[in-house]
């Protein structure tokens, strides 16, 4: 065993030992190998004595010279500094200062240069040794650029987008950090962009085409001479360039607008992408994180006017998403104290002026402002989500007060509550309206669902027979200011409505535009051949009366016939009437909680 156990080591250290094996290695044979091993070592070794600020080179091996390029006649005498070649400011550099003033051990990896310019990273390890009052130190270096290479290629498939190839959301954002906002100088501009209606796109040719789009957007917007192009949401991109001065801008947002015009070829599939675009520019020192805030505040303006084409950040659209967060906030208290009421505004028929129904309009009792009209929080409320909670309960109170109100009444007055898109879509309202008449005791034909034109143009599974439910429940359907949007006749036909309702602006202008006149009169005779309850909103004067009297609308609320009042005086005001006007026969007549 002992004969195996000396075959395992090297023959040198056999040797050293002697052939009687009686004893340590001797200093003489160590000293006698240590050139051999030092030389044939495939790390380079480095000797250096510290002088001063200095330590020069006393000695290195052969890897030393095959790894720097320089021979040892070249670098004896020398401080090794010159490996630094220009990148004399990297932190590591100061650490092996710092270490060796300090007579410390250092490990760190920096860049060095070769004798040929070629750049490799060094891993250093550089190890303090005194002889007597003098320190020297014994460097061993090692090439590990593959390593680094490897390492680095890694980092920056972590932080690319797997699908575009561009830098992902927190890459963008800290290179941004990292690279802008030391520089005093630069002029950023920061371009956000999404692509409108994108999860359309992938519903109707897929996700590997919507994948593709994107792909094609990355590298389009790759091609633009950035300084950084990110993938920043599912369908959102910002692009961050240096400019020289601040009127480049809108040339820079053009050129980005122009590069995405042209039609996207993928999967064989010829596909006309349209772009939402909002930018910031600015000096970056200290704020390029607010720059790419303030360009997706410009964004979010923009999406607001998609005709508007590309937006620069304004300080109002600052103010405006502040007074939304702040709004949100007080909505979800408002919710939570049901802080909102409910005003109604007659409607009447235009030859008796007989009280026909109501349009129950919401209010927000805010603590400080007061009565608050529905279009300073309607869109905010829609946009956080909590007009879905509102919505229940504005069909439990019109539905409680319908309740009362024609309690008594031979014939009952109708109301009803206008729904947007966004709550029909998330609720089943045919359950809900089930579930408030249960809970109030009210008649489904007292009320009616006020929709707007824009629910016709949704192909959303579903739509069309959650409207055929609540017919089939017996609630009204009205459309909301006919004409004013994408008015589709034949959706007329095919969704079963009940009513449609003439937008104030045609009634506003009956005297003075003629071209009016024709459009309300069509709608009227619409109306009539198929069997639709028509309401003119805005009714104002006699002569607008009298006017839609004579086209043969009978239904009309405005003004003239009285102002939105609270529920306790709607109840008195519809007292003061009389019997004939509360014996006459009830029309359907849709109310909204959102005018």
């Known amino acids: 065993m002992e004969e195996v156990e000396k075959l395992k080591q090297p023959d040198f250290m056999r040797r050293a030992r002697g052939t009687a094996d009686n004893g340590p290695l001797s200093a003489d ?65 100061a650490r092996i200062r710092a270490a060796i003033g300090a007579a410390e051990p250092v490990d760190e990896t920096l860049q060095n240069y070769r004798k040929d310019g070629s750049a490799f990273w060094n891993s250093l390890s550089l190890r303090p040794a005194w002889v007597g009052d003098e320190l020297f130190y014994v460097g061993i270096l090692r090439d590990v650029s593959a390593l680094r290479q490897a390492h680095i290629a890694l980092d920056r498939v972590a932080n690319l987008d797997g699908t575009t190839g561009c830098l992902n959301r927190q890459s963008f954002i800290q290179a941004a950090e990292g690279r802008f906002e030391t520089n005093a100088e630069t002029i950023l501009l920061v371009v956000k962009l999404d692509v409108v209606s994108f999860h359309d796109l992938n519903t109707g040719y897929g996700f590997d085409v919507g994948d593709a789009l994107l792909c094609e957007t990355g590298r389009r917007l790759r091609d633009m001479g950035a300084a950084l192009v990110g993938r920043m949401g599912a369908n959102e991109f910002a692009l961050a360039f240096e400019l020289q001065d601040e009127p480049s801008a809108d040339p820079t947002v053009k050129l980005v607008s122009a590069s995405l015009a042209a039609d996207f070829v993928v999967a064989g599939a010829s596909v006309s992408l349209r772009f939402s675009i909002g930018y910031a520019v600015g000096r970056p020192v200290g704020s390029a994180i607010s720059l790419i805030r303030n360009a997706g505040t410009a964004l979010r303006a923009a999406k607001s006017d998609p005709l508007g084409g590309p937006r620069r950040f304004r300080e109002s659209d600052h103010e405006q998403a502040s007074r939304r967060v702040r709004m949100t906030r007080e909505l979800k208290v408002a919710v939570a104290n049901d802080e909102f009421v409910y005003h109604f505004q007659p409607q009447v028929d235009l030859i008796t002026g007989e009280w026909l129904g109501a349009e129950a309009l919401i209010r927000w009792n805010h603590p400080l402002f007061g009565s608050q009209l529905p279009g300073g929080f309607i869109e905010t409320a829609e946009r956080s989500g909590l007009l879905l909670d509102l919505t229940e309960r504005s069909l439990t109170t019109v539905a409680t007060f319908a309740r009362r109100i024609n309690a008594h009444r031979d014939k009952a007055l109708r109301f009803s509550v206008n729904v947007s898109a966004g709550e029909f879509l998330q609720h089943d309202m045919a359950e809900m309206l089930n579930r408030v008449l249960h809970l109030t005791g009210a008649e489904p034909e007292w009320l009616t669902l006020e929709i707007t034109e824009s629910m016709f143009l949704s192909d959303t599974p579903g739509v069309m027979d959650a409207f055929q439910q609540l017919r089939q429940i017996g609630v009204g359907l009205s459309v909301d200011d006919f004409g004013t949007g994408y008015s589709n006749l034949r959706s007329l036909e095919t969704f079963p409505v009940t009513e449609i309702k003439i937008d104030r602006t045609f009634v506003s202008e009956l005297a003075t535009r003629p071209a009016r006149r024709v459009i309300v009169r069509a709608v009227i005779e619409l109306g009539r051949a198929l069997g639709l309850t028509v309401v003119a909103e805005g009714v104002e004067t006699e002569v607008q009366r009298a006017t839609l009297g004579e086209m043969g609308c009978r239904v009309g609320q405005g003004y003239l016939f009285g102002i939105p009042t609270d529920a306790e005086s709607f109840a008195i005001n519809l007292a003061r009437m009389g019997s004939e006007a509360m014996d006459a026969p009830a029309r359907a007549l849709p109310v909204s909680v959102h005018k």
């Open 29 to 93: 044979a160590v000293r006698s190998i240590l050139p051999t091993l030092v030389e044939e070592m495939t790390d380079g070794i480095a000797i250096a004595k510290r002088l001063g600020a200095n330590s020069p080179l006393l000695y290195v091996n052969r890897a030393f010279e095959h790894l720097t390029g320089y021979s040892r006649t070249e670098v004896i005498g020398k401080d090794c500094r010159y490996l630094q070649g220009n990148e004399r400011e990297q932190p590591e550099i």
